[in-house]
């Protein structure tokens, strides 16, 4: 048995699941992973040092020396190095020196919650708890949309959610860690849900899950 509690979540771009991952962590004292900028960091380490962002070998020694304990989500978020994290996300080395980074951090003590694309499937199949958050892209488009006016920038919805379209296309149909739910993962659609009322139904499965093991 582990000597960690680890919490998997995945889903679609804007189904609510950094934040829900975030809560999670904050409340249960563990430590949180987005993993999706893990591969923005791997980008911005390429920019920042001007190497090519299509050299395979170089793209896959910066993914194998990651901190990942230290990425700093505000310069990471930055469009240029979303572009760039685009580049090297589809090249198979760098997903598995990635993945196997982000299995070793899922054995901190005294628990992780990750959040991603393939933790509940991939990165770690054997968490105790998988979760697997989701929502209509009307939705999710009408988060973004909100997030954008309220950071004080324009969006256009429509293109909000033709962009969300395009990523869940892309996300689910990739032959390498296609985004899907894990076959044991609990189902949470947050479309008529709020942050809390997610965060309530997540830690009911936490808890029951915690108990189990303690019993």
């Known amino acids: 048995m582990s000597r960690t509690f680890t919490i998997a979540i995945d889903g679609p771009a804007a189904s609510g699941k950094g934040t829900l991952a975030r809560r999670l962590a904050m409340h249960y004292g563990f ?3 987005d ?7 791997v980008a911005k380490a390429l920019l920042d040092q001007g190497l090519p962002l299509d050299d395979e070998a170089i793209a896959a020694e910066m993914a ?4 990942l304990r ?3 989500r505000k310069a990471l978020a930055v469009h240029e190095v979303g572009e760039a994290a685009s580049k090297v996300a589809v090249m198979p080395t760098v997903r598995r020196a990635l993945v196997a980074a982000q299995r070793a951090f899922a054995e901190t003590p005294p628990g992780t919650v990750l959040d991603g694309r393939d933790i509940g499937t991939v990165v770690c199949p054997d968490a105790p708890v998988k979760l697997y958050v989701t929502a209509s892209a009307e939705a999710r488009a009408k988060r973004r949309h909100a997030e954008i006016e309220a950071g004080g920038g324009e969006a256009d919805p429509a ?3 033709a962009d ?3 990523r869940d296309a892309r996300d689910m ?4 860690s296609p985004l899907k739910p894990a076959e044991d993962a609990h189902l949470l659609d947050t479309t008529e849900m709020d942050i809390e009322a997610a965060f309530l139904a997540a830690r009911r499965l936490v808890d029951e899950a915690l108990a189990k093991r303690q019993a």
Do not use: K, S
């Open 31 to 33: 430590h949180h992973l």
């Open 35 to 41: 993993t999706g900028l893990t591969y923005r960091a």
């Open 64 to 67: 194998g020396n990651l901190d």
């Open 70 to 72: 230290h990425l700093d």
């Open 159 to 161: 293109e909000i959610l």
């Open 164 to 166: 969300l379209n395009r």
């Open 173 to 176: 149909g990739r032959t390498d």
